[in-house]
């Protein structure tokens, strides 16, 4: 026993140590960038400063509904209420990493009385590249079902109580939307199968309808949270109230195959969900299929057995729902649904990657008690299960290891020069604070009193620094906004049908777009310029833009009514951007 305790301390540290490279960067530490910096950062930044401000966000998108940009893990606002942002994320990663690990680690104890197995199976789902913005959505799932099973199996108050606390702290730290909604309906199919009591004996009906009572007890301990949480949102999609259209009522959805997209989920999983099980799903499979040829002779491992075709029969499920959520006859009828048609379902496949790891510790388990058996064909199998084990764990070691943050960073640490886009990078950090100097002496006035937009430059390193914008990443503003801020960009529509079909159809980018531009949305400082730039300033000046951010020179601003006013962008010898402000001309 002390040495287990030992060998998961040791693991808690090792876990630990993942962000280490990221503390010792600080500002040029690399993190994801898509759906992380560009939108769901500046979330818990804007929601932070404004927590007791009404239901208003003044920089954002000329002053968007607070439902605009919703944080991920509401209770982690209060992380930054207090803290700097990148402080903040750092925090979220390693809390969310420590938390997989030791749910992971409990989980698979209790499921297959291992701690060896228990502790491998941690480590590698704490170490997967999840987003640290999502909070506990993904790394707080086995902690959760353990906590499930605690609260169903409790013969005492003392368990409900922790399960009922954990349940509460999981609700405020983690997503309704994109997580939730498929943790409450899981569990509450789970709550009916318990109370009904199909398939068991009379004499377990009624500890089996406890545990219902006592997981619904947990049940009210998520949905409530969630409820208080994301209230708002539910009334606008519900169509409750005064709330503006969203521009997701002009989502135009494409349908796919319903086996084609059942396969491509049971092999990737979904978005922002990859768990890089085909590493070691041979081994899973050939370690259930043994537990299934040897199900006679091998009694004491009927647990695992049923452990791992739960799990097997669940992930099977949750990626044909999130298959036939996309195919073809249910995107039309979706198409009829307005905003809550591009609801993503598919999101049910953020509840697969603990399955896996789930799958992963029980295999393992089965594998080490066979090389405790007597029978030297058990220990043989044993062996060879051992092998393919450490081959499969080499895999899914290499691929998280390739796709996770950490690699870049260490890959930083070791050479400074290395060519990764950091956080200070994104932001503009050193080039941001230069532009809002200039900005307060040119103009006599604080931030608040104009407005912005950026063109070759994310938006959001200008929401970063202060500066109130008319652009910006949500996946719920208003239509009628989309639609006058699509005044500006036509001129490029209209010549680009990539981006025109990217606006029109989806959206979520209210962005200034270029169609010289190498890039749409970030454009590195090189010999690049506009020579010809398609921007409706009338409509950017009827929009309420006062001033132009740009990563490139425009050649033909005079012929757009925008005024340079330095020569000499702003920049510094390490900064990825060049910022040229322009001023936008009167009507």
Same mark, same amino acid.
């Given at each position: 026993?002390?040495?287990?305790?030992?060998?998961?301390?040791?693991?808690?540290?090792?876990?630990?140590?993942?962000?280490?490279?990221?503390?010792?960067?600080?500002?040029?530490?690399?993190?994801?960038?898509?759906?992380?910096?560009?939108?769901?950062?500046?979330?818990?930044?804007?929601?932070?400063?404004?927590?007791?401000?009404?239901?208003?966000?003044?920089?954002?998108?000329?002053?968007?509904?607070?439902?605009?940009?919703?944080?991920?893990?509401?209770?982690?606002?209060?992380?930054?209420?207090?803290?700097?942002?990148?402080?903040?994320?750092?925090?979220?990663?390693?809390?969310?990493?420590?938390?997989?690990?030791?749910?992971?680690?409990?989980?698979?104890?209790?499921?297959?009385?291992?701690?060896?197995? =228990?502790?491998?199976? *941690?480590?590698?789902? &704490? %170490?997967?590249?999840?987003?640290?913005? #999502?909070? $506990? +959505?993904?790394? @707080? !799932?086995?902690?959760?079902?353990?906590?499930?099973?605690?609260?169903?199996?409790?013969?005492?108050?003392?368990?409900?109580?922790?399960?009922?606390?954990?349940?509460?702290?999981?609700?405020?730290?983690?997503?309704?939307?994109?997580?939730?909604?498929?943790?409450?309906?899981?569990?509450?199919?789970?709550?009916?199968?318990?109370?009904?009591?199909?398939?068991?004996?009379?004499?377990?009906?009624?500890?089996?309808?406890?545990?219902?009572?006592?997981?619904?007890?947990?049940?009210?301990?998520?949905?409530?949270?969630?409820?208080?949480?994301?209230?708002?949102?539910? =009334?606008?999609?519900? *169509?409750?109230?005064? &709330? %503006?259209?969203?521009?997701?009522?002009? #989502?135009? $959805? +494409?349908?796919? @195959? !319903?086996?084609?997209?059942?396969?491509?989920?049971?092999?990737?999983?979904?978005?922002?969900?990859?768990?890089?099980?085909?590493?070691?799903?041979?081994?899973?499979?050939?370690?259930?299929?043994?537990?299934?040829?040897?199900?006679?002779?091998?009694?004491?491992?009927?647990?695992?057995?049923?452990?791992?075709?739960?799990?097997?029969?669940?992930?099977?499920?949750?990626?044909?729902?999130?298959?036939?959520?996309?195919?073809?006859?249910?995107?039309?009828?979706?198409?009829?649904?307005?905003?809550?048609?591009?609801?993503?379902?598919?999101?049910?496949?953020?509840?697969?990657?603990?399955?896996?790891?789930?799958?992963?510790?029980?295999?393992?388990?089965?594998?080490?008690? $066979?090389?405790?058996?007597?029978?030297?064909?058990?220990?043989?199998?044993?062996?060879?299960?051992?092998?393919?084990?450490?081959?499969?764990?080499?895999?899914?070691?290499?691929?998280?290891?390739?796709?996770?943050?950490?690699?870049?960073?260490?890959?930083?640490?070791?050479?400074?020069?290395?060519?990764?886009?950091?956080?200070?990078?994104?932001?503009?950090?050193?080039?941001?604070?230069?532009?809002?100097?200039?900005?307060?002496?040119?103009?006599?006035?604080?931030?608040?009193?104009?407005?912005?937009?950026?063109?070759?430059?994310?938006?959001?390193?200008?929401?970063?620094?202060?500066?109130?914008?008319?652009?910006?990443?949500?996946?719920?503003?208003?239509?009628?906004?989309?639609?006058?801020?699509?005044?500006?960009?036509?001129?490029?529509?209209?010549?680009?049908?990539?981006?025109?079909?990217?606006?029109?159809?989806?959206?979520?980018?209210?962005?200034?777009?270029?169609?010289?531009?190498?890039?749409?949305?970030?454009?590195?400082?090189?010999?690049?310029?506009?020579?010809?730039?398609?921007?409706?300033?009338?409509?950017?000046?009827?929009?309420?833009?006062?001033?132009?951010?740009?990563?490139?020179?425009?050649?033909?601003?005079?012929?757009?009514?925008?005024?340079?006013?330095?020569?000499?962008?702003?920049?510094?010898?390490?900064?990825?951007?060049?910022?040229?402000?322009?001023?936008?001309?009167?009507?």
């Amino acid at each position: 026993m002390k040495r287990e305790r030992v060998l998961f301390a040791a693991g808690f540290a090792a876990v630990a140590l993942l962000s280490l490279p990221c503390m010792l960067l600080g500002e040029q530490a690399v993190f994801t960038y898509h759906d992380q910096l560009d939108g769901e950062l500046p979330a818990y930044i804007l929601q932070a400063k404004h927590l007791w401000d009404g239901d208003v966000l003044p920089e954002f998108l000329g002053g968007a509904s607070k439902t605009a940009l919703m944080p991920p893990a509401p209770g982690c606002v209060l992380l930054f209420r207090v803290l700097s942002p990148l402080t903040s994320l750092i925090l979220m990663q390693l809390a969310g990493s420590l938390a997989g690990y030791v749910g992971m680690y409990l989980l698979c104890r209790k499921a297959a009385g291992n701690e060896t197995a =228990a502790l491998i199976a *941690g480590g590698f789902y &704490a %170490a997967l590249p999840f987003l640290p913005v #999502y909070g $506990l +959505s993904q790394f @707080g !799932l086995p902690l959760l079902l353990w906590c499930v099973l605690c609260a169903r199996d409790g013969k005492g108050g003392r368990s409900l109580a922790g399960a009922a606390l954990y349940g509460l702290v999981y609700a405020f730290h983690s997503s309704l939307v994109l997580v939730g909604f498929g943790v409450l309906g899981v569990l509450a199919l789970w709550i009916f199968w318990e109370l009904s009591g199909v398939f068991r004996e009379p004499s377990e009906k009624i500890t089996a309808k406890r545990g219902g009572l006592r997981m619904g007890v947990l049940w009210l301990c998520l949905c409530i949270p969630y409820l208080l949480c994301n209230h708002d949102l539910i =009334a606008q999609l519900l *169509g409750a109230g005064d &709330a %503006a259209s969203s521009h997701k009522e002009e #989502y135009v $959805l +494409s349908g796919t @195959g !319903l086996w084609p997209g059942w396969w491509s989920a049971l092999l990737h999983g979904g978005q922002h969900s990859e768990d890089y099980h085909l590493g070691f799903a041979l081994f899973v499979a050939a370690v259930l299929g043994l537990c299934i040829f040897r199900r006679h002779r091998d009694s004491s491992r009927t647990d695992i057995r049923r452990v791992m075709t739960t799990a097997l029969t669940g992930i099977l499920l949750l990626a044909g729902i999130s298959a036939l959520w996309n195919t073809s006859a249910a995107v039309s009828l979706r198409g009829r649904m307005g905003a809550l048609g591009a609801f993503q379902l598919d999101r049910l496949l953020w509840l697969c990657p603990c399955l896996w790891y789930l799958l992963l510790g029980c295999a393992l388990a089965y594998v080490m008690r $066979l090389l405790r058996e007597e029978k030297t064909f058990a220990r043989a199998l044993g062996a060879a299960g051992c092998i393919l084990a450490v081959v499969s764990l080499g895999v899914t070691g290499l691929g998280i290891l390739k796709n996770s943050d950490v690699k870049s960073n260490l890959q930083k640490l070791c050479n400074a020069d290395y060519p990764a886009f950091s956080y200070g990078d994104y932001y503009a950090v050193g080039v941001m604070e230069q532009v809002r100097d200039f900005m307060t002496e040119y103009t006599g006035e604080e931030p608040e009193a104009y407005r912005v937009v950026s063109l070759g430059i994310d938006p959001a390193a200008a929401l970063y620094h202060g500066f109130y914008c008319l652009d910006g990443y949500s996946n719920n503003y208003s239509l009628e906004y989309k639609h006058r801020f699509r005044r500006v960009i036509a001129p490029a529509l209209e010549e680009s049908e990539y981006l025109r079909d990217y606006f029109d159809d989806w959206g979520n980018r209210c962005y200034l777009f270029g169609t010289e531009s190498p890039g749409y949305y970030t454009i590195e400082k090189n010999g690049f310029y506009f020579q010809h730039l398609e921007c409706d300033t009338k409509a950017l000046r009827e929009l309420g833009g006062n001033y132009l951010f740009s990563a490139a020179y425009i050649a033909n601003s005079d012929e757009l009514g925008l005024t340079l006013l330095r020569e000499e962008p702003f920049e510094t010898q390490e900064s990825y951007y060049r910022i040229f402000v322009y001023e936008v001309a009167e009507p």
